[in-house]
Each structure stands twice: as structure tokens, then as C-alpha cells.
């Protein structure tokens, strides 16, 4: 039976249970992926094909955001040792943005980089044909050049989804700089002053 009165510290301490296996949770955020490895192929191109991309995209955000969620709520109730919760901060952020960058990068190369993005670059054609057999790489390319806001002058969106998807990955990027900074921030206007 739940108990629904459940006193708030009881769920925070319930979360903070959470943070020691988000390392090997958040890979996990990959696993729909091996879905789509299965089933695009059985389903050609078409409507489902982009609502499919489209219901991934709205994943990856849900997700994403609850993982920044957990990480402030960790950076807040945590008051110990200020250098390793730093660290433990630092490894967490950079594996959540490793697994979006990941997550992006699989994401283009499955849906078809070459159908979703536009080669804009110089000597075209000759860059084209090279690059053909690596749509892993490219999409890993376009996926590093989005999340870091760097823009993509040689690569443009063909469809709207693959605008939304240059939307979306721009934006979490964008966020999760911002969000890791003033993580920093608190964490060091926060830190205990230390005795001469």
C-alpha cells in the first residue's frame, strides 16, 4: 500500500539516492535508439518515418531536462565535501553531454544525414562524394557544430524536422552551458571558508 503522506524529506532523500547510479543510468538514454536501428528499415520512407523523428526528438528534451533537474536539486542538497560534489558536477555534465551529442549523432545518421541536411560548403560536389561513405562522421560533425552553438554554414536543414532538430540541440546546448556555469557559480559562492 503507498503511503501518499509521505513527508518531503523522505523523497528527497529518495532522489539523492538516485544520484550515485545516474553514471550508469544515463547511457541509458540511448536504448530507443536500438529501436529505430530495427525498424526503419522495415518502414521506408514517409509520414511515420518523421513522426517517428519527431516523437525522438520530444524524448531526448524530457530527458535531458530531467537530468539537469537531478543535477541542480543534487548541487542544492548536498553540503559535504565541496570539491568532490565540484567533481562529481564536472563528470556528470560532461557525460550528459557526451550522450547528447551521441544521442544527436545516431539520430541523423539513422534518419538519413544526407536526406535530412544540405552539403553547402565549398567544392561541393567533390566534398559530397568524399564524405559519402562516412554519415556516422558527419552527423557527429553537424551534432558537436549544433550543441555548441556554432552554427553550421556548410550544412543547412532540409526538412522541418531536421529544423527542429537543429532548434532543439542548439537550445539544450545553449541551456546546459548555462545551467553548468551557474552550477560553478553556487557551488563556489557555497564553498565553507577555510581557516588560515
Do not use: C
Not at 544515463?26 to 521506408?44: D, F, R, S
Not at 535530412?116 to 552527423?139: C, E, I, P, T, W
Amino acid at each position: 500500500m503507498i503511503n501518499w503522506g509521505t513527508p518531503a524529506r523522505h523523497v528527497a532523500k529518495a532522489r539523492l539516492g538516485l544520484i550515485p547510479i545516474l553514471p550508469f543510468v544515463i547511457p541509458l538514454t540511448l536504448a530507443p535508439l536500438l529501436v529505430a536501428w530495427w525498424w526503419l528499415p522495415l518502414m521506408g520512407m514517409g509520414h511515420d518515418r518523421e513522426n517517428l523523428l519527431f516523437s525522438y526528438l520530444m524524448y531526448i528534451v524530457i530527458v535531458r531536462f530531467m537530468l539537469l533537474d537531478l543535477m541542480l536539486f543534487y548541487v542544492s542538497s548536498k553540503r559535504s565535501s565541496i570539491h568532490f560534489d565540484l567533481l562529481h558536477i564536472v563528470f556528470l555534465y560532461l557525460e550528459i553531454t557526451a550522450v547528447t551529442l551521441l544521442f544527436f549523432a545516431l539520430l541523423y545518421h539513422l534518419f538519413g544525414v544526407f536526406q535530412m541536411f544540405d552539403y553547402n560548403g565549398m567544392g561541393m560536389a567533390k566534398h559530397l562524394l568524399a564524405m559519402q561513405g562516412h554519415s556516422f562522421r558527419v552527423a557527429l560533425y553537424i551534432s558537436v557544430e549544433l550543441f555548441t552553438t556554432l552554427g553550421l554554414g556548410d550544412w543547412v536543414p532540409r526538412t522541418l524536422n531536421a529544423m527542429l532538430a537543429v532548434s532543439i540541440e542548439a537550445l539544450l546546448g545553449f541551456v546546459q552551458g548555462g545551467v553548468f556555469f551557474a552550477v560553478l557559480i553556487y557551488a563556489h559562492q557555497n564553498k565553507p571558508a577555510q581557516s588560515g
